[in-house]
């Protein structure tokens, strides 16, 4: 194969792994009735005037699968920890114990249940659409290709083996989407 077909099929792997790698990071936040630590990743405190993820300033740990621990590196950040947890609006409710910011979560509703399977989905169809767009525009990279003098022979090998590359995260998006579904259901 030539080296602009190798490139972009190389990219549109990449890319996929991209797509697949966010959906990963965005089921992880959404939680399943258990305490995760991945679950304040996106929380940023206000550390001296900064903006600083909250895995810089403290330890987040899960003493048991209902309460999150989080132990400030100094002591100064409990009330800031405290009040980024607040803030960031996903309904938990931080309290502290003067060394320690803790957080029970609530066993999730049914109803909860399903609307975050809900949620789970659409992510994974997002990612799907991704990986699929990548496919397209790769495709349509390699008829420009064609027109350039690549071999017919040549764009149907690349063609396929792009379509194998969509399948197989395809399926691994499926099977991610599984173990999420059957994650959350659990009670």
Known sequence: MSEEVDFTISFTEEQMQKSYAHLKSELAKIRAGKANPSMLDSIMVDYYGVDTPLNQVANVSTPDAQTLAIQPWEKTMIEPIEKAISDANLGLNPYNDAHTVRINIPPLTEE????????????????????????????????????????????????????????????????????????????
């Open 112 to 187: 909860r249940r399903i609307d975050l399977v809900k949620q789970a989905k659409a992510e994974a169809e997002n990612c799907k659409v991704s990986i699929r767009n990548n496919r397209r525009e790769s495709n349509e990279e390699i008829k420009k290709l064609v027109k350039d003098g690549l071999g017919e022979d040549e764009a149907k090998d690349a063609e396929e083996k792009i379509q194998g590359m969509t399948n197989s995260h395809i399926g691994k998006v499926d099977n991610l989407l599984e173990a999420k579904e059957k994650e959350i259901l659990t009670v």
